[in-house]
T-cell receptor
Framework: KQEVTQIPAALSVPEGENLVLNCSFTDSAIYNLQWFRQDPGKGLTSLLLIQSSQREQTSGRLNASLDKSSGRSTLYIAASQPGDSATYLCAVGDSNYQLIWGAGTKLIIKP | EAGVTQSPTHLIKTRGQQATLRCSPISGHTSVYWYQQALGLGLQFLLWYDEGEERNRGNFPPRFSGRQFPNYSSELNVNALELEDSALYLC???????????FGDGTRLSIL
């Protein structure tokens, strides 16, 4: 059974810092991996999707990597801003196209 | 382009009642997914519909059901409501199984 873990559960950093959020999964037979952000009381915003055949994806200040063999993905945020404060969720897509979710990392960027 | 829309925003019910939640996908998306986000439990996959058919179902009892209409909109029905059904219910749509899922803002269901 696929399990997805996100570490740390919470992170607080000063504005301007580069930071890395981690996601690990137990079964390397994944279809894809997505990173989302969720603002309080809101739905989810898709940030990046990495297909199983890809190693990384970039969008603006965000870069996500995927290492299936080690069961890990990282989300790199460059030059963090207060508007980046949110909960970041990692979700692994399995062969049934079902997303298995991590519990999220709550990120606070201090001005 | 309009995003995924869900209605109602909030829904208050009592135990034993039935709830209906609605979702309109992004235009052109044929797949609709439903998730439950209960406090302290994280996101749990509920149902996946594509082209009007139920394609996959999460580990939820049969009183959670739904359907997808010819215009690809969807509704989630929850019968015999229980207190633990209180949660944020999120709907997502995608243009294919290898495409990102885009989420609505959710329906917050409260059971009194």
């Amino acid at each position: 059974k696929q399990e997805v873990t996100q570490i740390p559960a919470a992170l607080s950093v000063p504005e301007g810092e580069n930071l890395v959020l981690n996601c690990s999964f137990t079964d390397s037979a994944i279809y894809n991996l997505q990173w989302f952000r969720q603002d309080p009381g809101k739905g989810l915003t898709s940030l990046l999707l990495i297909q199983s055949s890809q190693r990384e994806q970039t969008s603006g200040r965000l870069n996500a990597s995927l290492d299936k063999s080690s069961g890990r993905s990282t989300l790199y945020i460059a030059a963090s801003q207060p508007g980046d404060s949110a909960t970041y969720l990692c979700a692994v897509g399995d062969s049934n196209y079902q997303l298995i979710w991590g519990a999220g990392t709550k990120l606070i960027i201090k001005p | 382009e309009a995003g995924v829309t869900q209605s109602p925003t909030h829904l208050i019910k009592t135990r034993g009642q039935q709830a209906t939640l609605r979702c309109s996908p992004i235009s052109g998306h044929t797949s609709v997914y439903w998730y439950q986000q209960a406090l302290g439990l994280g996101l749990q996959f509920l149902l996946w519909y594509d082209e009007g058919e139920e394609r996959n179902r999460g580990n939820f009892p049969p009183r959670f059901s739904g359907r997808q209409f010819p215009n690809y909109s969807s509704e989630l029905n929850v019968n015999a409501l229980e207190l633990e059904d209180s949660a944020l219910y999120l709907c997502a749509s995608s243009g294919g199984t290898n495409q990102p899922q885009h989420f609505g803002d959710g329906t917050r269901l409260s059971i009194l």
